[in-house]
């Protein structure tokens, strides 16, 4: 390969990398997503508001049967009371969330984790392979994870 093929080789790779950067969007969050947490798998739901921001609610949980009572589990550790009765495969974990385009991210919401009873602040990110990059931070602590699409 001559050093003009491998320079135009390289332009056009790098021009396509920047178009699939720019050609995201806010609603390609949007979609049906899997993921595991420890021994937990579940599945995500997230969908638009008609506010225009984003919710994401669990519809699926590969344990969502308690062996010791042969019911299904319940979100016990909810710091709202209210909401403690609520199906372990129908918890909403985030609402509210926007679409930060200058920094090319989903933010200013929170996300809550069933299994700790904890709600942090929440950032997410469009993978390349479109993926996502869920991230909880709180107090200076993060945990990321990948939420595969289906």
Same mark, same amino acid.
């Given at each position: 390969?001559? %050093?003009?093929?491998?320079?135009?080789?390289?332009?056009? &790779?790098?021009?396509? &990398? &920047?178009?699939?950067?720019?050609?995201?969007?806010?609603?390609?969050?949007?979609?049906?997503?899997?993921?595991? !947490?420890?021994?937990?798998?579940? !599945?995500? %739901?997230?969908?638009?508001?008609?506010? @225009?921001?984003?919710?994401?609610?669990?519809?699926?949980?590969?344990?969502?049967?308690?062996?010791?009572? @042969?019911? !299904?589990?319940?979100? &016990? !550790?909810?710091?709202? +009371?209210?909401? %403690?009765?609520?199906?372990?495969?129908?918890?909403?974990?985030?609402?509210?969330?926007?679409?930060?385009?200058? +920094? %090319?991210?989903?933010?200013?919401? +929170?996300?809550?984790?069933?299994?700790?009873?904890?709600?942090?602040?929440?950032?997410?990110? +469009?993978?390349?392979? @479109?993926?996502?990059?869920?991230?909880?931070?709180?107090? @200076?602590?993060?945990?990321?994870?990948?939420?595969?699409?289906?």
């Amino acid at each position: 390969m001559t %050093r003009l093929s491998k320079f135009i080789s390289t332009t056009v &790779a790098v021009f396509a &990398a &920047a178009f699939s950067l720019c050609a995201q969007s806010a609603d390609d969050i949007l979609g049906n997503f899997t993921s595991k !947490k420890e021994n937990d798998e579940y !599945k995500v %739901r997230v969908t638009k508001n008609a506010s @225009g921001t984003y919710k994401g609610q669990i519809y699926w949980v590969k344990n969502s049967i308690d062996p010791a009572t @042969g019911k !299904k589990i319940l979100d &016990a !550790k909810n710091p709202d +009371k209210s909401l %403690r009765n609520t199906p372990c495969d129908q918890i909403v974990i985030f609402n509210g969330l926007k679409y930060n385009a200058s +920094k %090319r991210q989903w933010d200013g919401g +929170k996300i809550y984790d069933p299994q700790r009873g904890l709600v942090v602040n929440l950032t997410i990110r +469009k993978l390349p392979d @479109g993926n996502l990059s869920v991230k909880g931070s709180l107090m @200076g602590i993060s945990e990321t994870f990948t939420w595969n699409r289906l």
